[in-house]
């Protein structure tokens, strides 16, 4: 273990390792060994004659060597450097020797300059403090909340713990043993059975509670803490603590002043021994509105702000020490309005012209105030609106002058006005209260106010007119507010169309639908919903056609028998005609200008100008001003119809102009095509697209292009007038056979705008190419095809140079002055506006054709053979093939056969059968091919031998070998004969 010094300044004490303060308790089973002794300490002096000295009268010093049972104490010392006396018990505390002592160091305590501090050594268990904590420093918080703090130190075992004030137990603890924390405490030091036992507080300004516990009380609380010392009791250990509390409230709360805003109240001030200062609530109904701390005894003035006109407040005030004390108020109303004269019923404001019903206004505690803030009364006074007027004596209570007067002068003029019996019916109508001086001065202010029998129409009124003129249909409210007697009917009517009707009515049932206002008067309001379309005003089902001005009416009969009808008029203004000559004055692709013949000021206020596209309603202006009629409508679409009409309104919307249709200018007026090269460059094939776009945009930021969706920039325009730019771009067909779709696209106002144009190509090239030598110099080529085209174009090469290109609009052409000798091919492409992708390449040699390969023979009889070969590859051009065969016996001459064929034969082989040979004969037979350029060279031969014939065939053939050998010398190539075996 290691000890650390601890520097102090001035006397401490100092036990089992802790620093302690002045009148700190230690129980003496804990302080009764040399190493458990309680050190005084004053650092940085040397002791000289310091002592412990038991507190008594008079004082007892401690005899440190005595170890008797009237001085048990032993003590050890430190001169220096840091003056010490340690003090222990060296036997029993007795009742006699428990209590205080005090340590006074470096010198005894008869020392004046000495420094002493206290301890309380005692037996069993003690009070170590009662305290009361967390008391309220913000007076304005309420109730008001604390805590009461006794902490017990000693013995664990102890008879019980209470807390009280007077004879009311707030907490009680019996039979308490620290080892089991039998009792609710709250350990602080387990060595000591340090315990805090803690009661909060709730103070509403006449009751103390804790729990379900409460004790009334007045002025300071005066709380005591009950402490059983030892199991059997002998000994009772009592602290009290004394909150300090006023005991009396405020006196004379007076308001000193108002304002429609502010309150200024007043108090006597209470004796600075019983206040600290004060707190000023100030409530509406139930909401606390502003709570005041005022600190210090003497001040008792206070202006409250920020309140609200024509409002009662209730206010109280209460003085404060510790916690608050008990309340005074007093309830003041706040002028209506910072200054002008107004009316003031029942703590409520009222303006100039309300309705009050005789039955409400018949006591001085129910008279109408008439009021002027801030004047002296002079001659103030009421008068019955008549002719002449006739003024009340406030003093008559007659039945022709039944009321009585109050009055006050000062600060605010006032005049209250009420019934002293009730008023007849020459009496009842219109009175005016003037202030401060009578009515005949000119200067004075006055107010009016209408007093009546029965029931009465407190007003008629059109609620929620439009003010925004664009929305349409037009709504809006009539609200009819009946007063007074109970029981009546009421309607509202449009000439004499009846929009709501509701008889015997009576308002303590509710048997008519309207709202309740003020229950105490029966005033009631009816509404009635209206939705105007221009011509029509509908309530529901019910419907009525008008023009012009709107008149209204409210009807309510004031008495069961209907004696007296009650009727209220209202007109709303609507125009009777439509703004005539709607014209269009200029348009361009965004915007169109109209004008119209405005009406006379008496008949509108403005106009409303309404656009539409088809059925939708593109926008709504509102023209202010009946002079101002021209208009010009922004943000529209290029090339688009609109309907535009226009009505005039006052406060509602008068009947529609004829309408008028507009179409603004296009952005874009056309885009085209153009061919600018010959169709037969194909790839390299150039076309220009044409787009006219409008003048209100800048081609070079708000044009580009889509080809085949690849956005192109717009780099070429031009302006043909001061209305068109001309925006072209150059397309190629890339690839070829692919349709090109170009879109021109311009952009205005953040609306894009576009026309498109396509190039269109054949979905496929021609088919069957085929070519035909037709001389020396010219092919004829031709094709079928599929689709759809316009033309075609040829392409013709050879030698791996193009030779020409040309188009026909035909399915043949003939290519003329050709090379001899060569090979061409040739590509055949179709075209709508664009070339097709090319057909597939047809060889052709210019030239007599190859020879046949793959000579042979087969299907030999005695006088026919078939001949078979592989014609020439498909470059060759074969008209006719010539087969020539030689018979072996030199006697006989040979033959020849030509055999035509169709061109572009789609086999590779071809067979000839040769007739009418000589049985047994060996055969060389040669094919050539041909075309009318001629022959082919000589081809390959082969030998083939016709079978023999029987005896008699070989016999007859000898004679006619013989007759050939005559004929042939005989040089005849054609003589008629025959023979007879």
Same mark, same amino acid.
């Given at each position: 273990?290691?000890?650390?010094?601890?520097?102090?300044?001035?006397?401490?004490?100092?036990?089992?390792?802790?620093?302690?303060?002045?009148?700190?308790?230690?129980?003496?089973?804990? %302080?009764?060994?040399?190493?458990? @002794?309680?050190?005084?300490?004053?650092?940085?002096?040397?002791?000289?004659?310091?002592?412990?000295?038991?507190?008594?009268?008079?004082?007892?010093?401690?005899?440190?060597?005595? #170890?008797?049972?009237?001085?048990?104490?032993?003590?050890?010392?430190?001169?220096?450097?840091?003056?010490?006396?340690?003090?222990?018990?060296?036997?029993?505390?007795?009742?006699?020797?428990?209590?205080?002592?005090?340590?006074?160091?470096?010198?005894?305590?008869?020392?004046?300059?000495?420094?002493?501090?206290?301890?309380?050594?005692?037996?069993? %268990?003690?009070?170590?403090?009662?305290?009361?904590?967390?008391?309220?420093?913000?007076?304005?918080?309420?109730?008001?909340?604390?805590?009461?703090?006794?902490?017990?130190?000693?013995?664990?075992?102890?008879?019980?713990?209470?807390?009280?004030?007077?004879?009311?137990?707030?907490?009680?603890?019996?039979?308490?043993?620290?080892?089991?924390?039998?009792?609710? *405490?709250?350990?602080?030091?387990?060595?000591?059975?340090?315990?805090?036992?803690?009661?909060?507080?709730?103070?509403? *300004?006449?009751?103390?509670?804790?729990?379900?516990?409460?004790?009334?009380?007045?002025?300071?609380?005066?709380?005591?803490?009950?402490?059983?010392?030892?199991?059997?009791?002998?000994?009772?250990?009592?602290?009290?603590?004394?909150?300090?509390?006023?005991?009396?409230?405020?006196?004379?709360?007076?308001?000193?002043?108002?304002?429609?805003?502010?309150?200024?109240?007043?108090?006597?001030?209470?004796?600075?021994?019983?206040?600290? *200062?004060?707190?000023?609530?100030?409530?509406?109904?139930?909401?606390?509105?502003?709570?005041?701390?005022?600190?210090?005894?003497?001040?008792?003035?206070?202006?409250?702000?920020?309140?609200?006109?024509?409002?009662?407040? =209730?206010?109280?005030?209460?003085?404060?020490?510790?916690?608050?004390?008990?309340?005074?108020?007093?309830?003041?109303?706040?002028?209506?309005?910072?200054?002008?004269?107004?009316?003031?019923?029942?703590?409520?404001?009222?303006?100039?012209?309300?309705?009050?019903?005789?039955?409400?206004?018949?006591?001085?505690?129910?008279?109408?105030?008439?009021?002027?803030?801030?004047?002296?009364?002079?001659?103030?006074?009421?008068?019955?609106?008549?002719?002449?007027?006739?003024? $009340?004596?406030?003093?008559?209570?007659?039945?022709?002058?039944?009321?009585?007067?109050?009055?006050?002068?000062?600060?605010?003029?006032?005049?209250?006005?009420?019934?002293?019996?009730?008023?007849?019916?020459?009496?009842? *109508?219109?009175?005016?209260?003037?202030?401060?001086?009578?009515?005949?001065?000119?200067?004075?202010?006055?107010?009016?106010?209408?007093?009546?029998?029965? @029931?009465?129409?407190?007003?008629?009124?059109?609620?929620?007119?439009?003010?925004?003129?664009?929305?349409?249909?037009?709504?809006?409210?009539?609200?009819?507010?009946?007063?007074?007697?109970?029981?009546?009917?009421?309607?509202?009517?449009?000439?004499?169309?009846?929009?709501?009707?509701?008889?015997?009515?009576?308002?303590?049932?509710?048997?008519?639908?309207?709202?309740?206002?003020?229950?105490?008067?029966?005033?009631?309001?009816?509404?009635? =919903?209206?939705?105007?379309?221009?011509?029509?005003?509908?309530?529901?089902?019910?419907?009525?056609?008008?023009?012009?001005?709107?008149?209204?009416?409210?009807? $309510?009969?004031?008495?069961?028998?209907?004696?007296?009808?009650?009727?209220? #008029?209202?007109?709303?203004?609507?125009?009777?005609?439509?703004?005539?000559?709607?014209?269009?004055?200029?348009?361009?692709?965004?915007?169109?200008?109209?004008?119209?013949?405005?009406?006379?000021?008496?008949?509108?206020?403005?106009?409303? &100008?309404?656009?539409?596209?088809?059925?939708?309603?593109?926008?709504?202006?509102? &023209?202010?001003?009946?002079?101002?009629?021209?208009?010009?409508?922004?943000?529209?679409?290029?090339?688009?119809?609109?309907?535009?009409?226009?009505?005039?309104?006052?406060?509602?919307?008068?009947?529609?102009?004829?309408?008028?249709?507009?179409?603004?200018?296009?952005?874009?007026?056309?885009?085209?095509?153009?061919?600018?090269?010959?169709?037969?460059?194909?790839?390299?094939?150039?076309?220009?697209?044409?787009?006219?776009?409008?003048?209100?945009?800048?081609?070079?930021?708000?044009?580009?292009?889509?080809?085949?969706? $690849?956005?192109?920039?717009?780099?070429?325009?031009?302006?043909?007038?001061?209305?068109?730019?001309?925006?072209?771009?150059?397309?190629?067909?890339?690839?070829?056979?692919?349709?090109? #779709? %170009?879109?021109?696209? @311009?952009?205005?106002?953040?609306?894009?705008?576009?026309?498109?144009?396509?190039?269109?190509?054949?979905?496929?090239?021609?088919?069957?190419?085929?070519?035909?030598?037709?001389? @020396?110099?010219?092919?004829?080529?031709?094709?079928?095809?599929?689709?759809?085209?316009?033309?075609?174009?040829?392409?013709?090469?050879?030698?791996?140079?193009?030779?020409?290109?040309?188009?026909?609009?035909?399915?043949?052409? &003939?290519?003329?002055?050709?090379?001899?000798?060569?090979?061409?091919?040739?590509?055949?492409?179709?075209?709508?506006?664009?070339?097709?992708?090319?057909?597939?390449?047809?060889?052709?040699?210019?030239?007599?054709?190859?020879? &046949?390969?793959?000579?042979?023979?087969?299907?030999?009889?005695?006088?026919?053979?078939?001949?078979?070969?592989?014609?020439?590859?498909?470059?060759?051009?074969?008209?006719?093939?010539?087969?020539?065969?030689?018979?072996?016996?030199?006697?006989?001459?040979?033959?020849?056969?030509?055999?035509?064929?169709?061109?572009?034969?789609?086999?590779?082989?071809?067979?000839?059968?040769?007739?009418?040979?000589?049985?047994?004969?060996?055969?060389?037979?040669?094919?050539?091919?041909?075309? %009318?350029?001629?022959?082919?060279?000589?081809?390959?031969?082969?030998?083939?031998?016709?079978?023999?014939?029987?005896?008699?065939?070989?016999?007859?053939?000898?004679?006619?070998?013989?007759?050939?050998?005559?004929?042939?010398?005989?040089?005849?190539?054609?003589?008629?004969?025959?023979?007879?075996?």
């Amino acid at each position: 273990h290691y000890k650390v010094k601890i520097d102090f300044i001035g006397i401490y004490l100092e036990y089992n390792g802790n620093c302690y303060p002045n009148g700190s308790y230690f129980w003496d089973s804990s %302080v009764n060994a040399a190493n458990e @002794a309680i050190s005084c300490v004053l650092p940085g002096t040397s002791l000289t004659t310091g002592q412990w000295v038991r507190v008594a009268d008079p004082d007892d010093p401690v005899d440190c060597s005595s #170890n008797s049972g009237s001085d048990p104490f032993r003590c050890t010392n430190v001169t220096s450097s840091d003056a010490t006396l340690n003090l222990y018990l060296a036997q029993g505390l007795t009742t006699t020797t428990e209590g205080w002592y005090k340590c006074c160091l470096p010198t005894d305590c008869s020392d004046p300059n000495t420094n002493i501090i206290f301890a309380n050594i005692f037996r069993f %268990v003690e009070i170590e403090s009662f305290t009361v904590a967390d008391l309220p420093s913000d007076m304005t918080v309420y109730p008001q909340e604390y805590k009461l703090n006794c902490t017990k130190i000693g013995f664990y075992l102890y008879n019980g713990i209470s807390m009280n004030i007077s004879s009311t137990a707030l907490a009680s603890y019996t039979s308490c043993d620290d080892r089991s924390n039998t009792c609710p *405490g709250t350990v602080l030091v387990s060595f000591s059975n340090t315990v805090r036992y803690t009661v909060n507080i709730t103070w509403d *300004g006449m009751t103390v509670s804790s729990g379900s516990i409460s004790q009334s009380t007045t002025g300071d609380q005066m709380y005591q803490c009950r402490l059983a010392d030892h199991p059997d009791g002998y000994h009772i250990r009592i602290r009290n603590v004394t909150i300090k509390v006023p005991a009396t409230a405020p006196s004379s709360l007076t308001e000193v002043n108002k304002t429609a805003t502010t309150i200024t109240v007043s108090w006597t001030a209470l004796d600075s021994s019983d206040a600290d *200062g004060y707190v000023v609530n100030v409530t509406s109904d139930t909401d606390t509105v502003q709570t005041v701390q005022v600190e210090g005894s003497s001040n008792n003035t206070i202006t409250l702000n920020g309140l609200g006109g024509g409002t009662t407040y =209730n206010i109280t005030v209460r003085a404060y020490q510790q916690l608050l004390g008990p309340a005074s108020t007093i309830s003041v109303f706040t002028h209506c309005q910072q200054q002008g004269i107004y009316l003031e019923y029942n703590g409520n404001c009222y303006p100039n012209g309300s309705f009050f019903w005789d039955s409400s206004v018949n006591a001085v505690t129910e008279a109408i105030s008439c009021v002027l803030p801030g004047t002296n009364l002079t001659t103030g006074q009421w008068v019955r609106v008549a002719d002449p007027d006739d003024p $009340v004596d406030c003093n008559s209570n007659s039945s022709s002058d039944p009321f009585w007067c109050n009055s006050v002068t000062l600060p605010d003029a006032t005049i209250s006005l009420y019934l002293a019996q009730g008023i007849p019916a020459d009496q009842e *109508g219109w009175y005016k209260c003037c202030l401060p001086s009578n009515c005949s001065d000119p200067n004075t202010n006055i107010i009016f106010a209408n007093i009546f029998r029965f @029931a009465q129409i407190e007003s008629f009124t059109v609620a929620d007119l439009p003010s925004d003129m664009t929305v349409y249909p037009q709504e809006y409210k009539l609200n009819c507010i009946k007063i007074g007697f109970y029981h009546y009917g009421i309607s509202m009517s449009i000439g004499n169309t009846a929009l709501a009707s509701y008889t015997n009515c009576d308002d303590r049932s509710n048997t008519c639908p309207g709202t309740v206002l003020v229950s105490s008067s029966y005033t009631v309001r009816y509404t009635v =919903n209206i939705t105007w379309d221009g011509m029509t005003v509908s309530s529901g089902s019910i419907s009525q056609s008008t023009t012009g001005d709107q008149m209204y009416q409210c009807r $309510v009969a004031d008495h069961p028998d209907s004696y007296y009808i009650r009727i209220r #008029n209202v007109t709303i203004k609507v125009p009777a005609t439509a703004p005539s000559s709607l014209t269009e004055v200029n348009k361009t692709t965004t915007t169109i200008t109209v004008n119209w013949t405005a009406l006379d000021s008496s008949d509108a206020d403005g106009y409303v &100008v309404n656009v539409t596209s088809d059925t939708d309603t593109v926008q709504t202006v509102q &023209v202010e001003g009946s002079s101002n009629n021209t208009i010009t409508l922004n943000g529209l679409r290029g090339g688009t119809t609109y309907s535009i009409t226009v009505r005039a309104y006052q406060q509602l919307l008068g009947p529609a102009s004829s309408t008028i249709s507009v179409q603004t200018l296009p952005v874009i007026k056309s885009i085209n095509w153009t061919l600018v090269s010959s169709i037969t460059q194909l790839n390299n094939t150039q076309y220009r697209i044409d787009c006219l776009t409008t003048t209100d945009i800048n081609p070079s930021t708000d044009v580009y292009w889509l080809v085949n969706g $690849v956005m192109k920039s717009n780099s070429m325009y031009t302006s043909i007038d001061v209305l068109t730019y001309n925006n072209t771009l150059l397309v190629y067909p890339d690839p070829l056979g692919v349709s090109v #779709n %170009v879109t021109c696209i @311009a952009m205005i106002g953040g609306v894009n705008y576009s026309q498109s144009v396509i190039l269109h190509a054949p979905s496929g090239p021609p088919n069957n190419v085929r070519g035909f030598i037709l001389n @020396a110099t010219s092919i004829k080529v031709n094709w079928t095809t599929s689709s759809e085209t316009n033309g075609y174009v040829i392409e013709y090469t050879t030698g791996g140079v193009t030779r020409n290109v040309v188009s026909t609009s035909e399915d043949e052409i &003939v290519l003329s002055d050709l090379s001899p000798m060569s090979t061409y091919t040739i590509s055949v492409y179709s075209y709508i506006d664009l070339p097709s992708v090319n057909s597939t390449i047809t060889v052709l040699r210019f030239d007599v054709p190859s020879p &046949v390969t793959s000579l042979s023979v087969s299907n030999v009889s005695t006088t026919g053979i078939t001949v078979n070969w592989t014609i020439p590859s498909s470059d060759n051009y074969v008209t006719y093939y010539t087969i020539s065969y030689t018979p072996s016996c030199p006697e006989l001459s040979s033959g020849n056969e030509t055999v035509s064929v169709g061109p572009h034969q789609s086999t590779t082989t071809y067979s000839y059968t040769l007739i009418g040979l000589y049985s047994g004969m060996n055969y060389t037979i040669t094919v050539r091919t041909g075309n %009318v350029l001629g022959g082919s060279e000589l081809s390959m031969s082969t030998s083939a031998q016709t079978e023999a014939m029987s005896l008699v065939g070989l016999h007859q053939f000898k004679y006619y070998k013989l007759i050939l050998q005559l004929i042939d010398s005989l040089g005849m190539r054609s003589i008629a004969f025959s023979v007879m075996v």
